[in-house]
């Protein structure tokens, strides 16, 4: 598939990078650490061919499969439902001289096999804000459960029309 827009956010964490690849590589990590998660079950882990599935709040239940795996730095992967589109996820740990980064980029499925003429105003008003606030609470999640040493709370940061 051929993604034309991508979401990314970025949030400082406040751990080391080796605490934060620890928490993130950790397998069912999401049903510590996702506000929306419902469960967050393994199928084979860790590295390249990764396989789980995290169930939402919602209901909804998608599929990811790891493409790439770079050992303490992050990992790419596909997320969807069983039949449907997969969007690609890219998560990624930087560092400044003082500071630790967890990146989130999404390359949404929605709407990209349609010619940008006619999806920029359902992506711009739509798909970017919904996944953008979804992305803050993801890694708010995880900063969460860094700093307090337990479970984020579900729907934490508040619900998600999609996701809750």
């Excluded at 882990?45 to 790891?66: M, N």
């Excluded at 890219?90 to 010619?115: G, Q, R």
């Excluded at 953008?132 to 459960?145: A, D, F, K, P």
């Amino acid at each position: 598939m051929k993604y034309k827009q991508y979401i990314r956010v970025v949030k400082q964490i406040n751990t080391t990078e080796e605490e934060l690849w620890d928490v993130i590589s950790q397998p069912g990590h999401l049903e510590l650490t996702h506000p929306f998660s419902k469960s967050h079950s393994v199928m084979s882990w860790p590295g390249v061919g990764s396989k789980d599935v995290l169930i939402y709040l919602s209901g909804l239940r998608y599929e990811r499969y790891f493409t790439d795996w770079n050992e303490g730095k992050g990992y790419t992967l596909q997320i969807g439902g069983r039949n449907g589109g997969k969007s690609k996820v890219i998560w990624e740990i930087s560092s400044d001289e003082n500071n630790i980064f967890l990146s989130i980029t999404i390359y949404p499925h929605f709407l990209a096999n349609t010619p940008r003429f006619f999806s920029f105003l359902p992506y711009k008003l739509l798909i970017r804000p919904k996944l953008t606030t979804y992305l803050h609470s993801v890694l708010g999640g995880i900063n969460y459960y860094i700093v307090e040493k337990e479970s984020v709370p579900k729907n934490h940061f508040g619900t998600h029309k999609w996701f809750s």
